[in-house]
């Protein structure tokens, strides 16, 4: 059974500094991994999107990489910003026959003080 | 291009009673996921429908239901509602059956009950 473990819980860093969110799970059949953001009582936003195929992705001052031997992906935040405080899911897509369907980490509580 | 439309985006509920929340996905997506979201469990799959048929069920009791319709609108059902059924729901949609694309999320539908 596929588990997704994320660490830490929460972080809480000044502004400016560079950051690192850890995603790990037990079981590489994966079809893909995802990133994403959530606001207090809001949806999910995508940040970055890694098929199993590929190493890392980037997007503005984000870069999330993928090492699907090891089961682990990370989250790299350049020089925070106090706009990036929320709640940070990682989410992997198992390739059991017909399933399409996301296993969720529990998050990671980023805190940006400005 | 209008992301994924959850209504409505809260509900008050009585126990007993059932509800029905809609989504309306990204136009020319053609598979939704429903998701439940608490801060016991977490986002936890509910379940994954395509061109009308539902192909992929979480483990949740059969009070929990869902459809597509041919416009690949979505709705989901919970009778015989339970305090413990109070929770954050999401709505994802993606372009194709499989998950390559990813899914993109609707801000959801807050759901209380009492």
């Known amino acids: 059974k596929q588990e997704v473990t994320q660490i830490p819980a929460a972080l809480s860093v000044p502004e400016g500094e560079n950051l690192v969110l850890n995603c790990s799970f037990t079981?590489?059949?994966?079809?893909?991994l995802q990133w994403f953001r959530q606001d207090p009582g809001k949806g999910l936003t995508s940040l970055l999107l890694?098929?199993?195929?590929?190493r890392e992705q980037t997007s503005g001052r984000l870069n999330a990489s993928l090492d699907k031997s090891s089961g682990r992906s990370t989250l790299y935040i350049a020089a925070s910003q106090p706009g990036d405080s929320a709640t940070y899911l990682c989410a992997v897509t198992p390739t059991t026959s017909g399933t399409y369907k996301y296993i969720f980490g529990t998050g990671t509580r980023l805190k940006v003080l400005a | 291009k209008a992301g994924v439309t959850q209504t409505p985006r809260y509900l008050i509920k009585t126990r007993g009673q059932q509800v029905t929340l809609s989504c309306s996905p990204i136009s020319g997506h053609r598979s939704v996921s429903w998701y439940q979201q608490t801060p016991g469990q977490g986002l936890q799959f509910l379940f994954e429908?395509?061109?009308?048929?539902?192909?992929n069920k979480g483990n949740f009791p059969g009070r929990f239901s869902g459809r597509q319709f041919s416009n690949s609108r979505s709705e989901m059902n919970v009778s015989t509602l339970e305090l413990g059924d109070s929770a954050l729901y999401l709505c994802?949609?993606?372009?194709?059956?499989?998950?390559?694309?990813?899914?993109?999320f609707g801000s959801g539908t807050r759901l209380t009950v009492v």
């Open positions: 890694i098929q199993s195929s590929q």
């Open positions: 994802a949609s993606s372009p194709e059956a499989g998950a390559e694309s990813g899914y993109t």
């Open positions: 429908y395509f061109s009308e048929t539902q192909r």
């Open positions: 079981d590489s059949a994966i079809y893909n």
